[in-house]
T-cell receptor, first 112, second 112 residues
C-alpha cells in the first residue's frame, strides 16, 4: 500500500481563522514532508520531519506551524494566513534515508 | 548549485504519436532521479526511480532512461489518458537530506 491520505480536500478560511491540515501514512515511512504548490509551478518544500523530529524548515513564515504527533501523522496548523498563501498543500512520505517520496492528494486552500 | 531543467514546457501529441520528454540535471552527487505524473489539482503520482547512468525502467507505455547529465521519459503510442504534467526531481548527496529539486514540469496533451 503506497497511500498517503490528507484531510480536508478543500478548505476556505478567513485571514483571522485558525485551521489545521492533516496527513496520515501507514507505509512505515519515517520521513514526512509538507509542500506548497502554486498553479503551474512545481512543489515547494516547506518542512521535513525525520523520525518525528523537525529536520528542515525552509524559511517558512511562522503563521505555518507543523506538528508530528507520531510516525504516521503529520499536521500543519494555520493561523492568520494571507491571500497569497492560497495554494495546493501536499503531504509526502518516504523511507529514511530518503528515496522516492509518495504524495497525498493535497488540500486546496483558499484564504479570503 | 544543483539544478533541474525540463523540456519542452508543453507537448501536444496525437494519439499513437510517440515522443520523449527531457530532464537535464546538475547535482553534486546524484542520490536518485525521480519521475512523477501530476493530474490537475491532484498530488504527484510516483512513476520511477533511477539511480545510475545506463539504468532503464518501464511501466506500460512509459520508459525512463538515465545518463550522467539527463534523463528521458519515452512515451510509446500515447493515449488521451496519458495527458498530465510530468515532473522530474533529483535528490543530491550535497543537499539537505530529503530535499528533492524539482524541474518545472512538461505538460503533455494527447489528442484523440
Amino acid at each position: 500500500d503506497t497511500e498517503v491520505t490528507q484531510t480536508p480536500k478543500h478548505l476556505v478560511m478567513g485571514m483571522t481563522n485558525k485551521k489545521s491540515l492533516k496527513c496520515e501514512q501507514h507505509m512505515g515511512h519515517r520521513a514526512m514532508y509538507w509542500y506548497k504548490q502554486k498553479a503551474k509551478k512545481p512543489p515547494e518544500l516547506m518542512f521535513v520531519y525525520s523520525y518525528e523530529k523537525l529536520s528542515i524548515n525552509e524559511s517558512v513564515p511562522s503563521r505555518f506551524s507543523p506538528e508530528c504527533p507520531n510516525s504516521s501523522l503529520l499536521n500543519l496548523h494555520l493561523h492568520a494566513l494571507q491571500p497569497e498563501d492560497s495554494a495546493l498543500y501536499l503531504c509526502a512520505s518516504s523511507q529514511d534515508p530518503p528515496n522516492e517520496q509518495y504524495f497525498g492528494p493535497g488540500t486546496r486552500l483558499t484564504v479570503t | 548549485e544543483d539544478q533541474v531543467t525540463q523540456s519542452p514546457e508543453a507537448l501536444r501529441l496525437q494519439e499513437g504519436e510517440s515522443s520523449s520528454l527531457n530532464c537535464s540535471y546538475t547535482v553534486s552527487g546524484l542520490r536518485g532521479l525521480f519521475w512523477y505524473r501530476q493530474d490537475p489539482g491532484k498530488g504527484p503520482e510516483f512513476l520511477f526511480t533511477l539511480y545510475s547512468a545506463g539504468e532503464e525502467k518501464e511501466k506500460e507505455r512509459l520508459k525512463a532512461t538515465l545518463t550522467k547529465k539527463e534523463s528521458f521519459l519515452h512515451i510509446t503510442a500515447p493515449k488521451p489518458e496519458d495527458s498530465a504534467t510530468y515532473l522530474c526531481a533529483v535528490g543530491s548527496y550535497g543537499g539537505s537530506q530529503g530535499n528533492l529539486i524539482f524541474g518545472k514540469g512538461t505538460k503533455l496533451s494527447v489528442k484523440p
